[in-house]
């Protein structure tokens, strides 16, 4: 009987319904120890298995919390069966994790997605129930794969359950319930069922503060000992009156006990061939079995509490433990079990220990276990004799900081290893760690001159610390770096043609940086992963927007095909920002929101914000002023650019001439970032604005720039542009007439409308009214394409203007993609293609059911019934 549980019972069943109908869900329970979480966790097992659940359970245990994967591996084990169902790269993950295979890749988080298409499989034979029960103790792997799953579940049939300590278990995003303490009745009625007579009860209700552990425990101890007494705190007591247990026992009992305390995984065997080597064996464990404290299979052994390992392991003194470990690391067939135990068994620098560490530390970075692999290093690091060795072993503890996400983490350790050694070879090795958190932390320029500074210590380095100085220095603004890196490649004979290319940029040289870029393109196109990443970001650079779309299209699919989730948000960022350059707002909302999506579930919280650049465009395109400036407000410094260009153009739409320009004159300061191809179409606003102020003076030497940047480039959009504003000062037609033939060969349907809208007001004003109205037309009809209000309005006064009392370019039906959301499109598009429901989940790291449930929901919004009829309809 639970008393006093009413309210999380009915949250708990209400959770395990939802997955029988088909509607995944997750719950995490809080609270201090003793409250009932994992009462709670029992019962909503017990009645999961009553109605047919399937039940995976995991326990974290204290001594496993830096052992890389260790609670997953438990979660697994019974299902490893199933691997073989998954997509390749995930299946490979997760025998990785088990131990059968080394990974393909080294994406943090695609265990984490393997999880969740595991246990959306296993959810196809029925409901499923996932129990993880003090989470505060599992390792940081497997808490990070377990999260991310449970963030993504949606109609899986699938119901998580996390029970956790108020500290040790972060879980943003999840339900949260808190069990509260048993209020007098409840606890009267506890006590009443231990059979605790009424005259000791108040005494033990105040002491135990309402805490279920404390009454039973304190409780029990009255009955047996009316006269016992109990420290102050709850906590305390509850320990205190474990160890006053233990210490009643045996002391070869009591040394079977700390071995399973030191154990923690409950491996009865592993623990018997140890303890034997200090005279301990299966039968010094019946009298703590008798007493109620373990409960004892033929191959497990589980303390009925947690409080009441660490109690016999804290109980005991240093050197028991010591010896404990010891017995524990010359007993382990697993390399990472004796891993685990060694650090703790060894006083003193020993380089032996160390090196198993080490290759500890390897296996799990390789299986992108990197909080766990950091640790290792960390240990390793202590108990190195070579003070050279140590720093190296410090640095890579940093690495793999870093690579786990916790930036604060790795810049302590890398400052903690300069500390300890001023040579140029270990500052070297240390430099890109301390590199990248700089820039992570907004100081970009100093991580650029932080990579430079290195490279000229130590020239050796080779040239992808300069490509990142190279990189660092032009999102900082930071011009000399840029050009002392391009110096430094080509001294090297590493000359690389997108270093270069920025490097003249940085110049306003145009004509030589920008064909740099074009051969940085060409090169990449079919060359390494790193190859063609340096090709998408000089095609963008370049405002070669087929290059692009085409390079940033093909990132998405290679991160999708060999489940590089951790990268995917930027590659769909990229995507994103060429789509809504291309007319393709909604596509462009569909990666967005799925990268958004993604960032949130792997912690990759500036992204989110930074991603929030191309729905301002899009709002500022349609006009939609408050949630133009509600996204831009949110976006951090690096996406200045993107943010000040949408705010002006809104300001250019209402007429607002004199903001825009203001704010396009300040943003368009010194720095690499204004050469940007993004950077250079906003002088397009810049001198609209001016002209519409009669202040053309102002738009002439940013119109220069961009002429020349155009002709360098010789991109069909980018010089149709340049000839509309010279149209604007200068007033002639055959620079409007270029322009429009210019749109014609480009993909910017916004820009080819603003020039239309331009023109036709020229031509009315110069009385060719019949002309005016024909490509006025045109531009209404590509404004209400991009519901473009502010310019569609534009454009229907000019109309009306020039005689033509037209309200719309044509008489359009509403366009039925329009009331699909944003994942619904995507799944829709690829269903139509002809992918099947596995084939979608695994490309957009969904589940299957997942991926028919918005079928089901997109059927009836498109008027079709089956996927035979989705592929007739025109999706574009």
């Known amino acids: 009987m639970l008393y006093g549980r009413s309210t999380e019972l009915a ?193 033990v209700i105040a002491e135990s503060a309402g805490n279920p552990l404390a009454l039973i425990e304190f409780g029990a101890a009255r009955r047996d000992d009316p006269g016992s007494f109990t420290p102050v705190t709850v906590a305390d007591r509850v320990l205190s009156s474990y160890r006053t247990q233990i210490a009643a026992l045996p002391e070869k009992t009591r040394l079977a006990l700390l071995f399973a305390a030191a154990e923690g995984r409950g491996d009865l065997p592993l623990q018997m061939k140890a303890a034997r080597t200090l005279g301990v064996g299966l039968e010094d464990l019946e009298d703590a079995e008798r007493a109620g404290l373990i409960q004892v299979t033929e191959s497990t052994v589980v303390f009925r ?13 240093l050197a028991r433990r010591i010896a404990v470990h010891q017995a524990l690391a010359d007993a382990a067939d697993d390399p990472d079990c004796r891993a685990r135990h060694l650090p703790l068994a060894t006083t003193s620098p020993d380089d032996e220990v160390a090196s198993e560490l080490v290759a500890a530390a390897e296996r799990a970075a390789d299986r992108s276990a990197y909080a766990a692999a950091s640790l290792l290093h960390q240990q390793a690091a202590r108990l190195t004799p070579d003070r050279r060795a140590q720093v190296r072993r410090l640095t890579d503890a940093a690495t793999c900081a870093l690579n786990a996400g916790h930036a604060g983490q790795a810049r302590d350790l890398a400052e903690q290893a300069e500390r300890s050694s001023p040579e140029p070879e270990d500052l070297a090795r240390l430099a890109p760690v301390r590199a990248a958190v700089m820039f992570e932390s907004g100081e970009r320029r100093e991580a650029a001159r932080l990579l ?20 660092y220095g032009w999102f900082a603004g930071d011009a000399d770096s840029v050009r002392e890196a391009a110096e430094r490649l080509a001294s090297l004979g590493e000359a690389d043609p997108m270093v270069e290319g920025m490097a003249h940029l940085v110049d306003d040289d145009y004509a030589r940086g920008l064909p740099l870029l074009e051969r940085a393109v060409a090169a990449g196109q079919d060359g390494s992963d790193a190859a063609r990443t340096r090709a998408l970001h000089s095609a963008i650079l370049l405002g070669d927007d087929a290059a692009a779309m085409e390079l940033a299209a ?85 996406g200045r650019v ?31 970032q204004r050469h940007m191809a993004m950077a250079m179409a906003t002088v397009a606003d810049q001198v609209e604005a001016a002209v519409r102020l009669g202040q053309s003076g102002r738009a002439e030497r940013p119109m220069r720039a961009f002429e020349a940047w155009a002709r360098a480039g010789r991109q069909p959009w980018a010089l149709a542009v340049a000839h509309r504003c010279r149209a604007l000062v200068d007033g002639r037609e055959e620079d409007y007439r270029e322009a429009v033939r210019l749109h014609g060969q480009g993909r910017r349907p916004f820009e080819r409308a603003r020039t239309a809208l331009l023109y036709g007001e020229w031509l009315r004003r110069a009385r060719r009214r019949s002309e005016a109205r024909d490509t006025l037309r045109s531009a209404l009809e590509d404004f ?87 592929a007739r309809l025109n999706l574009v």
């Open 642 to 672: 993107a943010g000040e260009s949408a705010l002006s153009l809104l300001e250019l739409a209402r007429g607002d001439y004199e903001a825009a320009l203001g704010r396009l004159e300040t943003a368009a300061g010194p720095g690499p």
């Open 11 to 203: 949250a708990l069943d209400e959770l395990t319904a939802g997955a029988r109908e088909g509607r995944s869900g997750a719950l995490v329970l809080r609270g201090e120890a003793g409250i009932g979480k994992t009462a709670l966790l029992d019962r909503t097992a017990q009645s999961a298995s009553a109605s047919g659940m399937r039940v995976l359970r995991v326990t974290g245990v204290e001594p496993e919390a830096d052992l890389a994967f260790g609670g997953l591996v438990q979660l697994l084990w019974p299902v490893q069966d199933r691997l073989d169902g998954l997509p390749e790269p995930q299946a490979d993950a997760l025998r990785a994790v088990l131990g059968a295979t080394r990974p393909p890749t080294r994406d943090r988080f695609l265990t984490g997605l393997a999880v969740l298409t595991l246990l959306a499989d296993l959810a196809e034979q029925g409901p499923l129930l996932c129990l993880v029960d003090d989470a505060q103790w599992l390792d940081q792997a497997t808490s990070d794969a377990l999260l991310f799953a449970a963030r993504r579940l949606a109609a899986e049939q699938v119901a998580m359950v996390f029970a956790t300590r108020d500290e040790g278990f972060a879980a943003p995003g999840l339900t949260e319930l808190r069990p509260s303490r048993l209020d007098t009745g409840d606890a009267v009625s506890l006590l009443a069922d231990l059979g605790l007579p009424p005259a000791l009860r108040d005494q």
């Open 554 to 638: 093909a990132e998405v699919a290679r991160c999708r095909a060999q489940g590089l989730i951790g990268a995917l948000p930027q590659a769909l960022h990229l995507l994103a920002e060429r789509q809504v350059l291309a007319g393709a707002h909604r596509d462009a909302e569909a990666s967005v929101a799925e990268a958004v999506e993604i960032a949130r579930d792997t912690g990759l919280r500036e992204r989110v914000a930074w991603l929030g650049g191309v729905p301002a465009r899009i709002a500022a395109i349609e006009g939609d002023e408050r949630r133009c400036r509600d996204l831009v407000r949110d976006v951090p410094d690096v």
């Open 784 to 870: 209400e394409g991009l519901r473009a209000v502010p310019w569609a309005e534009r454009a229907r006064a000019e109309l009306r203007a020039a005689g033509d009392a037209t309200t719309s370019a044509k008489a359009t039906a509403e366009n039925v993609l329009d009331r699909l959301t944003p994942q619904e499109l995507q799944v829709v598009r690829l269903a139509a293609d002809g992918n099947s429901s596995r084939e979608i989940a695994a490309q957009l790291f969904l589940s299957r059911r997942t991926v028919e449930h918005h079928l089901y929901k997109a059927y009836p919004k498109l008027g079709v019934g089956s996927r035979r009829e989705l």
């Open 452 to 471: 430079l500074r290195t490279h000229a210590a130590g020239p050796g380095l080779g040239p992808a610390i300069l490509r990142t100085g190279a990189t």
């Open 305 to 317: 509490h947690p409080l009441i390992g660490t109690a016999a392991y804290q109980g005991a003194v």
